[in-house]
């Protein structure tokens, strides 16, 4: 399996999905994570790559089976937009995000009409269970398995092409 870690940061993931498959690419946009994780994670299956994510898949000749997109979902201005643009190039998605439903505390936020739970400067999207779901039927992404727990949502999909 060749799988795209988009959005992988220090690399921590990346490496040990290093471990399992056939190939792994971590993609970020932050050049000093990218640096980071190359110094502090070796192993002959693992790159890293500090490009954007679509540019380098155009760009490249090998196909990828797996996205994962660990914690990225909730960073972006436009998700719907985001996964339209890049399950073409996929069979199979991994999502992982906060669960807004971990606690009744952030229903009683949203009926306050409170600010995203998560306030600091690069949270800009908050999914509860029904929202994710609807947002990956509306782009045609059909979730294989789903595990809601520790205040995570871990979703596996597959990317209708």
């Not at 870690?5 to 993609?27: E, F, K, N, P, Y």
């Not at 807004?100 to 999914?127: A, C, M, P, W």
């Amino acid at each position: 399996m060749h799988v795209l870690d988009l959005g992988c940061g220090s690399g921590d993931i990346t490496a040990v999905i290093a471990t399992q498959v056939d190939r792994v690419v971590g993609v970020d946009h932050d050049r000093a994570a990218i640096a980071r994780a190359t110094q502090r994670h070796q192993h002959p299956r693992l790159t890293f790559i500090d490009r954007d994510a679509m540019t380098f898949l155009q760009q490249e000749e090998q196909h990828f089976d797996t996205l994962v997109l660990s914690h990225v979902l909730e960073h972006l201005d436009g998700p719907e937009e985001f996964l339209r643009r890049f399950k073409g190039f996929f069979e199979w998605i991994y999502i992982e995000v906060p669960d807004f439903d971990k606690t009744y505390l952030n229903h009683y936020r949203q009926l306050l009409g409170s600010s995203l739970i998560h306030t600091d400067d690069d949270h800009v999207s908050e999914f509860d269970r029904e929202e994710l779901n609807a947002l990956l039927h509306r782009v045609g992404i059909d979730v294989v398995d789903a595990e809601y727990r520790f205040g995570v949502q871990r979703l596996w999909c597959r990317a209708g092409k």
